[in-house]
């Protein structure tokens, strides 16, 4: 249930300016542009690269129908939380390095020609953690959705609820959820795309409601982190624990899809769901 | 269950020899004393002394005893007034704190407990029942940190594992099924941390709570009385009346873990308390809860059945007020109540939507 603070940006994750980057999984040297153009996929291990939120959108929805919306809602500090660092300069910082206002891009758009309301986090900004902007915003694309009865489609990348609005980021949870059961209730399609990390309270809201949940290969999803988990029991964990697969073994992910893939997987759901 | 195990953590079991000798020292020995609450046990201490000579040496200290008392009233009540955010958090986990069957055992006609998911197993962190309590049929849902060390293992210290809030879905099912109200008491640290909890869906299993009780057709009623540990707690508190007892907290994250992530060590714990605004008081303003019930002088822990009292009242209360809205009136605003929370600025202005 937390956001790891990122107080070290971690280059080596992410695709630096330079032209050559190194995989954090197979350590081979990799051209970017080539892992670029493979939608930040490692060619030689097929590794999946965290993608910011509006790449995402861009590798996604198709060009030029993706109309954003809720764009103007951004983050206050209204607990005026401290800790080493106050929070409103912490979000200073990452809408500085990250060119948004918080954590989730929402908006309108087609998927290969198929109309979905579409959300994504955005893994760069403070973890992907959930607070008031990232629950308003997501609530707000669910209820457009039913009020234009369109299917949903929402991108976690989230270490979960922000620390920094405590139990304000808490009850956007519910605030989700509940959103969900009206989408429901309309009868309309939810996609929930797993990538990585989904952890915390982001999985143990919308994350897990979907209709459908895809993850990509090895995303780790879990609701406690593996560091909480390997100190309370005081075990080392098992290989592949909390990974994509072992979510699908035991019945928690109905599909594990390569990035490459996402898009015709999800014409295909929206294809078979909306009447 | 037992009352008995209030003898743990005692700092003496001197006076129990002498019970009933006189009128404070009959429990006030056995109570665990928490660091803020030093020189309350002083002056307790004293007092119990003073009671002994009194007793013994048959000499007449009625006016010293009375002014000991009100002064030690006083220094209770200022105490009590002034705790800090980590002190509230200490009080909310004091060993003598009332827990779930305690208030079952104050307040409940009849009660009776229905075990498992249907699916895995019968977690014991999490309990349901048939009551009766507050003048009404309910279903009575809530955790259970358990009292003596055999059956706080038993209970994961009231962390629930996915069959327990599996288990609280079925039973809001039936009580929607057969028009009774739900009634939920929350006191955790957190939903468990580990690897059959993971292996069960623990996130799916807390999502899918949220999710059915934001619809649920029948009343819902939550009370937050010692410990809300994030989604933990929230997995049986989507309702329709949010309380907390005043010296209980609730947030996303408990002080020690946030201090650990934040300051990659313990030292910051007091000071995160205070940051995460996690006291009923804070709560209130920010309307992620309703009411704040007050508990007795000195807290839950020194009058558990004044604070199960408190309880009834708020409860009979609610549930009379909630029996009386259409269930589709009840539902819009349920969903209100939770779509507003939040704070966040929009186009420059703000926009939030703060319960004054």
Redesign the interface.
Known sequence: ??Q??GEKPREQEGIPEGLWLRCPECSAMLFAKAVNDALKVCPECQYHFKVPARERIVQLVDEGTFEEKFA?????D??E????KGYGDRLKEYQKKTGALDAVVCGKGFIKGRQIMVAAMDPEFMGGSM???V??KI?RTIEMAVDEKLPVLIVSSSGG???Q???????????T??????L??AGLLFISLLTDPTT??V???????GDFIIAEPKALI???GPR??AN??K?T??EG??RAEFLQE???VDFVVPRKDLRSEIARLVDFCVK | MDNDSSMEGASSASSSGAAGSSSTSGTTSLRHTLAFEVPLANLEKQIQELEELQARKQVDYSSELRQMRENYTALLKKTYDNLNAWETVQVARHPQRPLFFDYVNFLCRDYREIHGDRLFGDDQAIRCGLARMAGQKVMLIGHHKGRDTKEKVRCYFGLAHPEGYRKALRAMKIAEKFGLPVVTLVDTP??Y???G????????S???N???M??LRTPIVSIVTGEGG??GA??IA?ADRVAMLQYAW????SPE??SA???RGGE?TA??AE????TAKH?KR?G?VDTVIAEPLGGAHRDPAGAAHAVELYLAKMLRDLKRCKIDNLLER??DR??Q????????R?A?K?AS
């Open positions: 249930m937390s790891i603070p103007d809602v951004a983050p206050l209204p607990l939380f401290v800790d080493r607070g008031s902007v629950g308003e609530t609820a922000r620390m609005e405590s139990t304000l980021s808490l009850m956007q949870m519910a605030k959820s509940g959103a969900l059961a009206r429901d209730d915390g309270g999985t143990a809201s919308f994350a897990m409601l879990g609701f406690a909480v988990i309370t029991i075990q964990l098992p624990f909390q035991h019945g928690f | 957190g939903a941390p580990g690897i909890a993971e292996e069960r869906g623990q996130a799916e807390i999502a899918r949220m999710f059915e934001s619809r994030s989604g929230l997995g989507v609730y947030s996303v994250i873990a946030c992530i934040l300051y910051g000071q995160m940051a995460l605004k996690l709560l920010y992620v349920r969903y939770f779509r929370l939040g704070e966040y600025a929009e186009s420059g703000r939030s703060v």
